[in-house]
């Protein structure tokens, strides 16, 4: 069971939003900052939110990161088929001085 | 630009050690203020965090695997390396290393992975 709990699977046609929840304690999410990765079928993951809510240079601004108390979310917004992968929230845990993620979301695009 | 690359044995037997290498090129490892973590996930499964080794030298490992782990870097070959003790099947995985800049918490960069499977 992972530290952080997100939903196993979402789903949304093409060109709607959706939003993805990452919930944890206030050893994480609640006093570090959340980040979320978009892993492709077959490819390593790769940064997609940091700070909670800051995109790096090259993701679109349909990604968008959010958090409130213990839990962050990732909304994506004019899904497209390309969107299709999993998405993990990841954080540090104070308690266990680790790094620690969510068990993934897999975003599928109807 | 920097690239991180994994290699190592694809195969391992139970009881055995696990020893993989990250090679850095783009950028010299001691060049900047970085932590260097592996991280795995076991087929459809999430991602599991196994420790760090800062440009220093300093590491911390998962508490759940400490005990089992050992990274180390080598500056002069530009590389990181992973070792873990008395594997059994629950360690097959795609092994990643990655690498988040320090007092920054995020993993910026990552390396393609490499599948390791444990059996006899």
């Known amino acids: 069971q992972s530290v952080l709990t997100q939903p196993p699977s979402v789903s949304a046609a093409p060109g709607q939003k959706v939003t993805i929840s990452c919930s944890g304690s206030s050893s994480n999410i609640g006093n570090n900052y959340v980040s979320w990765y978009q892993q492709l079928p077959g490819t390593a993951p790769k940064l997609l939110i940091y700070d909670d809510n800051k995109r790096p240079s090259g993701i679109p601004d349909r990604f968008s990161g959010s958090k409130s108390g213990t839990s962050a979310t990732l909304g994506i917004t004019g899904l497209q088929t390309g969107d299709e992968a999993d998405y993990y929230c990841?954080?540090?845990?104070?308690?266990?001085?680790?790094?620690?993620f969510g068990g993934g979301t897999k975003l599928t695009v109807l | 630009q920097v690239q991180l690359q994994e290699s190592g044995p694809g195969l391992v037997k139970p009881s055995q050690t696990l020893s993989l290498t990250c090679s850095v090129s783009g950028g010299s490892i001691s060049s900047g203020n970085f932590y260097w973590s592996w991280i795995r996930q076991p087929a459809g499964k999430g991602l599991e965090w196994i420790g760090r080794?800062?440009?220093?030298?300093?590491?911390k490992y998962n508490p759940s695997l400490k005990s089992r782990v050992t990274i180390s870097v080598d500056t002069s070959k530009n590389q990181i390396s992973l070792k873990l003790s008395s594997v059994t099947a629950a360690d097959t995985a795609v092994y990643y290393c990655?690498?988040?800049?320090?007092?920054?918490?995020?993993?910026?960069?990552w390396g393609r992975g490499t599948l390791v499977t444990v059996s006899s």
């Open positions: 990655a690498r988040n800049i320090f007092s920054y918490w995020y993993f910026d960069l």
């Open positions: 990841g954080t540090w845990d104070n308690s266990l001085s680790a790094w620690v």
């Open positions: 080794i800062h440009t220093s030298g300093s590491t």
